[in-house]
């Protein structure tokens, strides 16, 4: 009871440090960035938000990037909130998401001008407003932002119409679509739908559909229809998936993360992170750009956890191994650096140590337990 008693109240220390440490340096979300771009290709200035992961500032990864049409209804807490939560239960990579405000919809939605039985007119700038996405919108974030080649096109409803248009008109635009509810009953796309699917040269690209159980019956029918029949027709490239959400209706709140969910199926590593599943579990991590696109790094915290713990069993090869894996993902954290040079100081190479730390100190000039170990090296006799 002694021993358990003991190991009980050390793991609580532990626990209440690294709350400390958190409260020390806490990772805060960083707001929201609202831009405007003017845009000769739909003849006016554009608005649009910018969303970037937390932890965005303080690294040099590159992030793939969400472009959410109907960005006034679609880009809010409750979304992006969820994106972020699934990326932290490992379940997809973190993304820079982008909201698109509209200013006239209707107008954008659809390539063609279209008369509805009570007269009024939509539509008839779809394509304009592709145009602007592609070469005018997208490169500005990339010049403004770190971004990898990676996009996803997000659109609901009558823009989830327009998700789909612009994969058959412009692959190129996004690896990914994911159209949810969308309204496909528009004439010129179904008089023409076989012959877009069975024309597709469009390289490797995926759509993602998404409804609710309970959607319009349009959108139900003619969804499973287009599903139906990019399988039936196997498109060299076009993989599509669809997913009904149980229980709801038109344009599910979860609509996206679900769908992104089903989109990097595959991509959650699920058992604990050990010393014994340490390379096989590299090795998926390391497949996923292969697989999904998209690169994905086991998370910071966790290769510390297993590299420290290592050092502290004095398993040192191995624990070097995790602890340089970890410094190679995380280029720019100090905290890496000085636990590598803390395996390389307990493996008896000095020389190596005292680069990490001064690695350390080049990134975050000041750090505390580089500063300190340094001075310690240079206080100890050497042999």
């Not at 440490?21 to 003017?38: D, F, G, S």
């Not at 624990?319 to 100081?345: I, T």
């Amino acid at each position: 009871m002694a021993f358990t008693r003991t190991a009980l109240l050390l793991v609580g220390t532990l626990a209440l440090a690294q709350a400390a440490a958190a409260q020390q340096n806490p990772t805060l979300p960083i707001p929201i960035r609202a831009e405007r771009l003017v845009s000769a290709k739909v003849g006016e200035t554009r608005e649009f938000w910018v969303s970037v992961p937390d932890g965005y500032n303080e690294s040099t990864e590159k992030f793939p990037v969400i472009y959410m049409m109907d960005g006034e209804m679609n880009f809010n807490s409750g979304l992006i909130g969820g994106l972020r939560h699934a990326a932290q239960l490992g379940e997809m990579p973190e993304f820079i998401i982008v909201g698109i405000r509209n200013t006239d919809r209707g107008k954008d939605t659809f390539p063609e001008e279209m008369t509805f039985g009570d007269g009024t007119k939509d539509g008839g700038r779809a394509n304009q407003y592709l145009d602007f996405l592609r070469e005018e919108l997208m490169p500005h974030i990339a010049a403004a932002y770190r971004v990898t080649d990676y996009r996803v096109l997000y659109g609901t409803s009558s823009t989830g119409f327009t998700a789909v248009h612009a994969l058959f008109r412009n692959p190129d635009l996004a690896n990914a679509y994911v159209a949810v509810s969308a309204t496909l009953a528009v004439p010129s796309f179904q008089s023409t739908r076989n012959a877009l699917i069975g024309a597709y040269k469009g390289g490797k690209r995926h759509l993602v559909l998404v409804m609710g159980e309970h959607d319009y019956p349009t959108v139900v029918s003619l969804n499973g229809a287009l599903k139906e029949k990019i399988g039936q027709l196997s498109p060299p490239g076009l993989s599509c998936r669809l997913r009904v959400l149980a229980n709801a209706g038109h344009v599910p709140a979860d609509a996206l993360v679900e769908g992104l969910r089903s989109l990097f199926q595959g991509w959650k590593i699920t058992e604990p992170l050990t010393a014994a599943n340490f390379n096989e579990t590299r090795a998926q991590v390391d497949r996923r750009l292969e697989k999904f696109g998209v690169r994905g790094n086991l998370a910071e915290e966790t290769l510390r956890d297993l590299g420290k713990g290592l050092l502290g069993e004095k398993k040192m090869a191995k624990a070097l191994e995790v602890l340089e894996y970890r410094a190679a993902c995380y280029p720019r954290s100090a905290d890496a650096q000085v636990d590598l040079g803390d395996a390389h100081r307990q493996n008896g190479k000095v020389d190596q140590a005292k680069t990490s730390y001064e690695r350390a100190l080049a990134l975050a000039p000041g750090h505390a337990g580089a500063t300190a170990k340094l001075k310690e090296l240079a206080q100890t006799p050497k042999n």
